[in-house]
Nanobody
Framework: QVQLVESGGGLVQLGGSLRLSCAAS????????MNWYRQASGKGRELVAT????????IYADSVKGRFTISRDNAKNTVYLQMNSLKPEDTAVYYC????????????WGQGTQVTVSS
């Protein structure tokens, strides 16, 4: 059974930090590029960060560049999102997504974790 389970969300003050985790099971994690998305209330889903299957290439949205860091541990089948200098506009539900590096694979989504930044 395929699962992506996010954790680490919560309520934090302006300027604070959180570390999100996304634990994967049921598929070959190292064959997937991993993404973090977020969706604020009333808005569309936004791609925040991407990391390749080997973990040596990352891409960030301009809105989080320099504040967020995506990483992965293929031995633990887990991807992380370290979020520093948080702002109220970072408030959203954060989702991880697994994208196969092979064309015949299937995308997987987690259920999301709420991050709320208070001012």
């Amino acid at each position: 059974q395929v699962q992506l389970v996010e954790s680490g969300g919560g309520l934090v003050q302006l300027g604070g930090s959180l570390r999100l985790s996304c634990a994967a099971s049921g598929f070959t994690f190292s064959n997937y590029r991993m993404n973090w998305y977020r969706q604020a209330s009333g808005k569309g889903r936004e791609l925040v960060a991407t990391i390749n299957s080997a973990g040596d290439t990352t891409i960030y949205a301009d809105s989080v560049k320099g504040r967020f860091t995506i990483s992965r541990d293929n031995a633990k089948n887990t991807v992380y999102l370290q979020m520093n200098s948080l702002k109220p506009e970072d408030t959203a539900v954060y989702y991880c997504k697994a994208v196969p590096i092979y064309s015949n694979g299937v995308n997987y989504w987690g259920q999301g974790t709420q991050v709320t930044v208070s001012s």
